[in-house]
């Protein structure tokens, strides 16, 4: 049994910028890093709206100066993944990986969110033989190939540009007329002569002998003018979205119908007390690297004034 102050539960920008505050705090956090150092955002190519990085940053980079500057006011990590939690007693419970026991004062959790895929039988078919939720990380098995999109937020764009770094072609998928991203990534992605947009087009399943060689796709699903259409590719990258990792938490937190922790106004304050939520895992708006990292100060100023009333 080890028991800890304060126990963060994530290493994205919520998770690390909570740990540099809670460390200066010398609530001595000791931080749980999941199943993906350095959070989502390592799943990007370059960080360009992050303040502070005029020339913009690779993501790795980034992630790294934050765990050091965390690292240097006295923060311990611990890699490995909680698989149970208790917050039902005080202080609260949590358990890595079946064996490590903690007990915390305060708990933040900052355990993102994940990407979402199409729901298909034939994605899971092919997953890791054609199918990727990230660009960055598989798109070097594509060069010179042609590859498909899904998504038409700045998610699938800013993968669509990176990929026609790479490929020979890429088609973006996108069931609506438009794309809902924002104006310089719509014009990044029009401009660019490699990719090929197909509005109005959802994927039906895709299709190869033991590894994705093409999709069959529907245009203008409903409509008199529906046709069956399809396109010979090599790979197919999901962007469309993400869900909070809170299956976790949910016999003990309020969420709300997707899954994301609910708390108090604009605060980072859970139903329960001492147990505060930042980063993604409780925002469904904004999912911003430099609003997680806001919300991750606010996670570790409240554990701090929590902890000190006890
Ligand atoms: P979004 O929710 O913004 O976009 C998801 C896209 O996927 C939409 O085009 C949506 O279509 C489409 N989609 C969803 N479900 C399906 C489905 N079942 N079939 C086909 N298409 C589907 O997610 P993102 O991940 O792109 O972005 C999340 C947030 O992160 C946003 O706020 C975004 O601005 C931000 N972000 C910012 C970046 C930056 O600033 N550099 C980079 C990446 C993300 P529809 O429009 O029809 O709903």
Request: hydrophobic share 35%; proline share 5%; with cysteine.
């Amino acid at each position: 049994m080890n028991k800890v102050k304060c126990l963060i539960i994530g290493s994205g920008p919520a998770g690390y910028t909570a740990a540099i505050y809670a460390s200066r705090a010398n609530l001595q956090p000791v931080l749980i890093e999941g199943p993906q150092l350095g959070g989502q955002l390592t799943t990007t190519t370059e960080v360009e709206n992050f303040p502070g990085y005029p020339d913009g940053v690779e993501p790795f980079t980034m992630m790294d100066d934050m765990r050091r500057q965390a690292e240097r006011f006295g923060t311990t990590f611990v890699s490995g993944i909680v698989t149970k939690v208790d917050f039902s007693v005080s202080p609260k419970k949590v358990i890595v990986e079946d064996e490590q026991e903690y007990e915390a004062d305060a708990v933040i959790i900052a355990t993102g969110a994940s990407a979402k895929y199409l729901g298909i039988e034939s994605e899971r078919t092919y997953k890791g033989r054609g199918v990727s939720a990230c660009a960055t990380c598989d798109g070097f098995f594509y060069r010179k190939k042609t590859v498909a999109v899904v998504g038409g937020g700045d998610t699938a764009c800013e993968e669509a540009n990176y990929l026609a770094g790479l490929c020979e072609k890429v088609y973006m998928i996108v069931r609506k007329p438009y794309l809902r991203a924002s104006e310089i990534m719509q014009q990044r992605v029009l401009n660019n002569p490699k990719i090929e947009v197909l509005f109005e087009h959802n994927t039906i399943q895709l299709t190869g002998e033991g590894k994705v060689q093409g999709a069959d796709l529907v245009y203008r699903k409903g409509e008199p003018d529906e046709e069956l259409r399809h396109i010979d590719i090599d790979g197919f990258f999901l962007a469309i979205g993400h869900h909070p990792n809170t299956e976790l938490f949910k016999d003990y937190l309020h969420r709300d119908a997707e899954g994301y922790i609910l708390v108090e106004g604009d605060s980072p304050r859970t139903n329960i007390p001492g147990v505060f939520a930042a980063g993604d895992c409780a925002d469904p708006h904004y999912r911003q690297a430099v609003v997680a990292a806001g919300s991750g100060a606010k996670a570790a100023i409240e554990a701090d004034k929590y902890i000190k009333s006890l």
